[in-house]
């Protein structure tokens, strides 16, 4: 079965800080990848598809990179509004459903 | 505008079931395939199952497999979620999710319900 990695577990940034996230998949997965960011008791929100493709409405702040097994959620300068959690979710690849990595926390430094 | 409403959620015994519920409003709910997305508490997100526009493929998790069943109606704009044979470790917000498009694969998910809890304790 495929499988999802993402690092760090957890980042202590401060605001203006460059973020980058990377989430690794245990096979190849195309661009197949999703970015999300959720904040306590919230849904998840969706900001980049196919690797590397905004959401429309989501910052230009946030990019996203990578293909194959490695990608990367980069966010240029961080915002107060940033701090969060953030996953990453593989699709249309090799088995019906989707699979999110464990998620990676965004705390204030 | 999209609007994604969970109901249903609540606390049951090891061994129960639940039905959960998702009323979709602000698009043409008949063109999308929709999914099921769980969070445990303090836990990280677990997709559960899917189906597509026409209910005519229909995934689930292995961890859900023969206990739950995804099901829609078009006429109603609604999803839903038998849950069977429910267990402590299915204890989770339940999430209703959009999926990009309608057809037979599972994408990415543009559009998430505010989430219903359910809780398995005796």
């Known amino acids: 079965d495929i499988q999802m990695t993402q690092s760090p577990s957890t980042l202590s940034a401060s605001v203006g800080d460059r973020v980058t996230i990377t989430c690794r998949a245990s096979q190849s997965i195309s661009s197949w990848l999703a970015w999300y960011q959720q904040k306590p008791g919230k849904a998840p929100k969706l900001l980049i598809y196919k690797a590397s493709s905004l959401e429309s409405g989501v910052p230009s702040r946030f990019s996203g990179s990578g293909s194959g097994t490695e990608f990367t959620l980069t966010i240029s300068s961080l915002q107060p509004d940033d701090f969060a959690t953030y996953y990453c979710q593989q699709y249309n690849s090799y088995s019906p459903g989707a699979l999110f990595g464990q998620g990676t926390k965004v705390e204030i430094k | 505008e999209v609007q994604l409403v969970e109901s249903g959620g609540g606390l049951v015994k090891p061994g129960g079931s639940l039905r959960l519920s998702c009323a979709a409003s602000?698009?043409?709910?008949?063109?999308?395939?929709m999914n099921w997305v769980r969070q445990a508490p303090g836990k990280g997100l677990e997709w559960v199952s899917s189906i597509s526009s026409s209910s005519s493929y229909i995934y689930y998790a292995d961890s859900v497999k023969g206990r739950f069943t995804i099901s829609r109606d078009n006429a109603k704009n609604s999803l839903y979620l038998q849950m069977n044979s429910l267990r402590a470790e299915d204890t989770a917000v339940y999430y209703c999710?959009?999926?990009?498009?309608?057809?037979?694969?599972?994408?990415?998910?543009?559009?998430w319900g505010q989430g219903t809890l359910v809780t398995v304790s005796s």
């Open positions: 999710a959009r999926d990009f498009h309608g057809g037979k694969e599972t994408y990415y998910f543009d559009y």
């Open positions: 602000g698009f043409t709910f008949s063109s999308y395939s």
